[in-house]
């Protein structure tokens, strides 16, 4: 008995060791990918390589970035949220409710749109853990939930902060002195550590890789499985919260019709950074790098005056280029 067993006990630490060296393969092509985009854009047009447009690259990047870094734990549980773009417009739009149209003080507004995202990602997270509908249809209905309820609030008209002072500051001020990077690139930073400390230390990311790679084994080794589902989206929705209140500040004013199409380029920066579709794989290193890829694109094409529609050719085609490297992953991991 002893000797049968030793075979699969040894090949398991070899199985672990292989599927980590492939997650780093994974980031080292996706940063690599990243270089060989921007030295292209380098040299193709001169205005590229300039510090403000690097600042504007990064400056870009923080809403992909912000719902990309909550999506990521979705995604790794083996689901998917297609409300996160008009659930942060919606967002917004509850900021000016609350601190333009209520008054309230500037830190409890904000606290109040953070816990309103969590509370829209607590509906998603019911609907699909508790009620079994998939996430697939459970988040698009959310989507379109968002969308209805950001022009019903809003009466389908701007929210202005300009006297809420404070408020834009948030994103564009520069909290440290002689260095031109603004906050809402800060704000990226500090809760992509968070974020990455919390997937990687905690019970929290520990069930999220569980969930994602094996649901009906983490259920009969006695976790609940559906509470943690709950937890893992009403989690993303903070981030969908904190989005609606960074890109409201940068634009300084809560605007109702924008946010859609922003899921599906958090998604695929989820995907180009190396996480799975089938959940189980992924990290907040690899989705950054994913949503730099994807604002280092936007902001290139854009500047060599590549038409928009044609911008929107050359992503979807990256995002089909992302799933199928995914969808050869799995299948080598198989």
């Not at 859609?260 to 958090?266: D, R």
Request: net charge neutral; glycine share 12%.
């Amino acid at each position: 008995m002893t000797t049968a067993k030793a075979p699969t006990l040894a090949r398991q630490p070899r199985s672990g060791a292989l599927a980590a060296l492939k997650g780093r393969l994974q980031q080292l092509l996706a940063f690599a990918s990243l270089i060989v985009i921007y030295v292209f854009f380098a040299i193709a047009s001169p205005y590229f390589l300039t510090y403000d447009n690097f600042i504007s690259i990064l400056y870009s990047t923080v809403v992909i970035g912000t719902l990309a870094v909550g999506t990521t734990f979705v995604i790794i549980s083996a689901g998917i949220d297609l409300s996160i773009g008009t659930g942060m417009a919606l967002c917004a739009v509850m900021a000016g409710v609350f601190l333009v149209n209520a008054g309230l003080p500037l830190p409890l507004g904000v606290l109040l749109t953070l816990l309103f995202g969590g509370f829209m990602g607590l509906v998603n997270g019911v609907n699909i853990a508790v009620l079994r509908i998939p996430p697939f249809i459970a988040t698009l209905a959310m989507m379109l939930v968002a969308e209805g309820l950001a022009l019903v609030v809003s009466d389908s008209t701007p929210i202005y902060f300009t006297e809420v002072s404070g408020y834009a500051d948030i994103s564009t001020g520069h909290l440290i002195p002689g260095v031109d990077i603004p906050n809402a690139v800060l704000v990226l930073v500090v809760i992509a550590v968070v974020a990455g400390v919390l997937l990687t230390k905690s019970v929290l990311g520990r069930y999220t890789y569980s969930i994602g790679s094996n649901e009906e084994a983490t259920a009969l080794s006695g976790i609940d499985v559906r509470r943690w589902k709950i937890t893992i989206y009403t989690f993303a929705g903070l981030f969908t919260g904190l989005a609606g209140v960074l890109i409201s500040a940068r634009l300084g004013s809560a605007q109702p019709a924008t946010g859609m199409g922003y899921e599906l380029q958090a998604i695929a920066a989820v995907v180009i950074g190396g996480t799975s579709l089938s959940g189980g794989k992924g990290s907040i290193l690899g989705t950054l790098i994913g949503a730099l890829i994807i604002s280092v694109l936007n902001n290139g094409l854009q500047i060599m005056s590549i038409p928009q529609e044609w911008q929107n050719v050359i992503l979807g085609c990256v995002i089909l280029l992302a799933v199928y490297t995914d969808r050869v992953r799995r299948g080598d991991s198989r």
